[in-house]
């Protein structure tokens, strides 16, 4: 009641109190949690937002300590920045820290003939044509050869 901490280690403390009381009792040192009538299905909402809100703090907290051990560096007698990656570890963090689900980035389509270029989420492994028309063409392109071969 009387905590003097930062406001997110104030909702970490009440969320851990609320979670205990609703669901179990956490016991962190014996690395247990017990369930005396497991509720875990009728957690509220506003816990369930607050675990959520505590787990991205967290794992933000965990991936800037993380990053401590990159620096950027400048090679003067090549003319190229670079980066100075201190541990396997920071560079494991490092490209979580680069990772955006939304990049996007171009891909040449998979017909021979179109020779064009297209956007695709970096997520996407299956759009390999710039359009339905030379996906069209590729599968009849595929078919007739198909057919010309069991015809011979």
Known sequence: ???EGSP???KITDMLFHYSYEVGIVCPSQGWVYYEHPKAQNLSHELKNTLIEVSNYIVGQEINANLEGIHPIYDSAKMTPSWKVDSLLCAAYFSIF???PNLELYRPCANPRCGKYFLVKTTSTRKKFC???CCNRITQDRYRKNHRAKTE
């Open 131 to 133: 359009s339905t028309d």
């Open 8 to 10: 997110i280690e104030r």
């Open 98 to 100: 680069y990772l955006k």
């Open 1 to 3: 009641m009387n905590y």
